[in-house]
């Protein structure tokens, strides 16, 4: 019966040591998804992404990796002091038309998980940003064309579906 207690008391005691700490637990991401809206295409277009030190310790970014070779990250390298904030920048390159959404991993040292931020927005080709900026209304700052018909607009939703991913990608 002893060999019994002193081993749940062992397991009990270990299972403490070892509990898994969560991302959630130590940092708060502000906004875990940031909307660019539209942007111009060959312009790169940064996001930040405000973390806060919800934990006791200094917390330390270990790493903010792009799921795509289109989007570059970069991240505030010195530990944050519990109740202070840092940074995590997303840019997307804006290389190809049309909406895109990626994706980085974050990593917080001492956190088993990871953590998912999202970038968003629609890159609009130089002249329709142009357009857009000077407020022509998106109907009336191109003529209607071949697109407009039942056949082709099948044909173009299927080519924007392949334009949310970037080339390299």
């Given at each position: 019966m002893k060999k019994v207690l002193f081993s749940l008391a062992a397991i009990a005691i270990s299972t403490g040591i070892f509990a898994q700490v969560k991302s959630d637990d130590i940092a708060k991401i502000k906004n875990e998804t940031v909307e660019l809206g539209k942007i111009p295409q060959g312009v790169p277009a940064p996001a930040v992404f405000t973390v806060l030190n919800t934990g006791k310790t200094d917390l330390i970014i270990e790493s903010a990796n792009p799921t795509c070779g289109c989007t570059?990250?970069?991240?505030?390298?010195?530990?944050?002091?519990?109740?202070?904030?840092?940074?995590?920048?997303?840019?997307?390159?804006?290389?190809?038309?049309?909406?895109?959404?990626?994706?980085?991993?974050?990593?917080?040292a001492g956190a088993e998980d990871t953590k998912s931020i999202t970038l968003k927005g629609e890159v609009l080709t130089t002249e329709d940003y142009a357009k857009l900026k000077a407020g022509i209304p998106a109907t009336m700052a191109t003529a209607p064309t071949k697109a407009d018909s039942p056949v082709a607009a099948t044909t173009t939703k299927k080519k924007k579906s392949k334009k949310k991913s970037c080339v390299k990608c």
């Open positions: 570059i990250g970069d991240y505030t390298k010195t530990p944050i002091a519990p109740g202070k904030t840092g940074t995590i920048t997303a840019t997307y390159n804006a290389g190809g038309v049309g909406a895109f959404e990626k994706h980085m991993n974050v990593k917080f």
